[in-house]
């Protein structure tokens, strides 16, 4: 494919206005489908979670999974949506070997929720509302494997291959209105208001919210319009944006393309494209065209939904505090500066700092375990630092640390236990036998063979050359095995060295 | 009159992926019209204050808990497929090199 040119980025917001809108799909986390009892999971052997139902075979009949009902609403309220006192699901009618019933089970003109919004923060400090539109039900697709080919990629491909575990699970797909005004912010405010979704389902308890599970997917719209016109330009529509990164990547990338074609004079196709994370590019799908006659129509399998406005209140009831307002009790709670808490709230560890300090443990302290060592692991076994231990055994050996029982080097050593499966920190800590020698009695033994073994040593610290030792505190912590105090060794050397025969 | 043409019912079997012959699309176009005259009869009583009924029935929110049943087989599953490969399904080539 021919690579696109490309208008420097200020050059193209100087041109044109970018003008954006974000559907983004939140993947619920209920137990089972959205409309047949087959288990929704991650990971299980292709094709072992179907029926008839999410296979779309004959006699198969859809049953509606009130805990995603629950869930959308949730959804819905924390993004300060009106929840439909009448919602009904329809069909939308396409052929696509992904979606086994030849027709997606969604919602077209009465959603389950509309009409919200949600204010983000830039990292300038810039406050900006996105209004939401709606956030409907409808249900995933299976997934599709391209073989053969050079590429490995749809285009080209042999033949491809089917696992309908994912077809039927339940989705919400939330749609904004468009966003105008964003000028040269428009990269930033498509990352952080997909962040910004992702963190509140989370928060929420109805998504995993996994990105790279694809629990959370973005499509990106974006359109131009020359400076000084009132007329929208015609949009694309960028999928695949699976990544917080590459939100940013391609609303940035789409707009110099954009720029470039209109500014040579061409014209924008409304069409859908493929974001490649590993180019960063974006490249052409299909025209919209009449294969997006979708021939939408109520689905007569499922009775119409009116949620009574009691349980609606009493699920309002069950919202967390918005993320938003959380993360600046908690800095202010904590004291972190703001590279600190940033930190922390990049590598996803609000939850688990929290819970350790919660267990009893300092802020800074947990901070510093979470984000240094615990992370440092995390990544060479390339799994989420949450995971490798809980907040209870942190925050214990956070105590042990400073109590003194234990120096930040033995700790690591007992961290590692931990980690190992060898029990608690304190179990960790006799079984190893880590502990600090606080009994001076072998320090001092220690000591007195280091100073007798070093007379010239023994002489300059009589003489008040302080720094001489050094030499002995390092000869005694390798006695004790690291196992000692360094600062209770120095005060201990300067005694001895006084009065030793 | 019927505003059904034989271009729109041939368009409609092409979304639908319904191979028609001549014939067919005479006659259906032909009843298709007759279903669209009728339905608008009902149009010519229903006023503007009559809400379009997607469901006849007076019943709404029938749900089932979150409680998973055992699914089929991965055979079972792939007992009518076309073709397979492994234990997926094989379709044919989806997009055309670009």
Not at chain 1, 69 to 91: N, Q, T, V, Y
Not at chain 1, 481 to 489: E, I, K, N, S
Not at chain 2, 34 to 43: G, M
Request: net charge negative; glycine share 8%; charged share 25%.
């Amino acid at each position: 494919m021919a690579s696109a040119e490309l208008m420097d980025y200020d050059k193209a917001l100087e041109l044109f206005e970018p003008v954006l809108g974000f559907e983004v799909h939140v993947e619920l986390n209920t137990k089972t489908k959205m409309f047949c009892g087959c288990a929704n999971e991650f990971g299980s052997g292709a094709n072992t979670n179907t029926c008839p139902t999410c296979l779309g075979l004959p006699g198969g009949l859809p049953q509606v999974n009130k805990k995603a009902i629950e869930s959308s609403i949730r959804l819905g309220l924390a993004l300060g949506c009106e929840i439909a006192e009448h919602s009904r699901f329809a069909r939308k009618n396409y052929f696509y070997p992904d979606t086994a019933k030849n027709f997606q089970t969604s919602q077209y003109d009465d959603p389950i929720c509309h009409d919200g919004s949600i204010t983000i923060e830039l990292e300038s400090g810039r406050l900006v509302t996105v209004e939401i539109e709606r956030a409907h039900m409808e249900d995933d697709a299976g997934k599709l494997t391209h073989m053969g080919g050079a590429t490995g990629r749809i285009q080209g491909a042999d033949y491809s291959l089917v696992d309908y575990n994912r077809g039927g699970v339940p989705l919400v797909e939330i749609v904004t209105q468009m966003i105008e005004g964003a000028e040269h912010d428009a990269p930033e405010i498509g990352k952080t208001y997909v962040a910004a979704i992702r963190e509140i389902a989370k928060g929420l308890g109805v998504s995993n919210a996994r990105m790279e599970e694809g629990n959370v997917r973005c499509d990106a719209n974006v359109s131009l319009r020359p400076r000084g016109s009132n007329v929208l330009g015609t949009r694309t529509e960028t999928k695949n944006v699976n990544s917080l990164r590459s939100v940013e990547r391609a609303v940035r990338y789409e707009i110099q393309r954009q720029a470039a074609v209109l500014h040579a004079g061409g014209t924008i196709t409304q069409e859908t494209r493929h974001w490649h994370e590993d180019t960063g590019r974006t490249s052409a799908g299909r025209p919209k065209s009449d294969a997006d006659d979708y021939r939408y129509f109520p689905e007569p399998d499922l009775l119409p939904m009116a949620p009574s406005r009691e349980w609606v209140e009493e699920l309002r009831l069950t919202l967390p505090e918005p993320p938003a307002a959380r993360r600046k009790r908690l800095q202010a709670a904590w004291g972190f500066v703001n590279l600190e808490f940033q930190d922390v709230v990049n590598s996803d560890l609000l939850d688990a700092v929290e819970a350790t300090v919660a267990a009893g443990a300092s802020a800074q302290a947990a901070r510093k375990w979470w984000t240094g060592e615990i992370a440092r692991l995390a990544n060479v076994a390339g799994v989420a630092a949450d995971t490798l231990v809980t907040p209870v055994q942190l925050a214990a050996l956070i105590e042990l640390v400073e109590a003194g029982t234990l120096t930040d080097r033995l700790a690591r050593q007992v961290l590692e236990g931990v980690i190992a499966g060898e029990g608690t920190p304190t179990q960790v800590v006799d079984s190893r036998g880590l502990a600090v020698v606080s009994d001076d009695g072998p320090l001092v033994a220690a000591i007195d063979a280091a100073l007798l073994g070093q007379p010239d040593v023994l002489a300059k610290i009589r003489d008040g050359k302080v720094q001489a030792a050094g030499a002995v505190i390092g000869a005694v912590m390798k006695a004790m095995r690291g196992q000692a105090d360094a600062a209770r060794v120095r005060e201990l050397v300067l005694e001895r060295a006084a009065t030793i025969e | 009159m019927s505003e059904i043409t034989a271009e729109q019912v041939k368009h409609l079997a092409y979304l639908a992926r319904i191979d028609l012959s001549p014939l067919e699309i005479t006659n259906l176009t032909h009843d298709l019209g007759q279903i669209v005259d009728s339905i608008a009869k009902v149009s010519e009583v229903a006023t503007a204050d009559t809400p379009a009924t997607s469901h006849p029935m007076p019943l709404t929110n029938v749900f089932r808990e979150d409680v998973v049943v055992p699914s089929l087989t991965v055979e079972q599953a792939l007992s009518g497929a076309p073709d397979r490969a492994g234990d997926k399904f094989r379709v044919p080539a989806i997009l055309d090199e670009d």
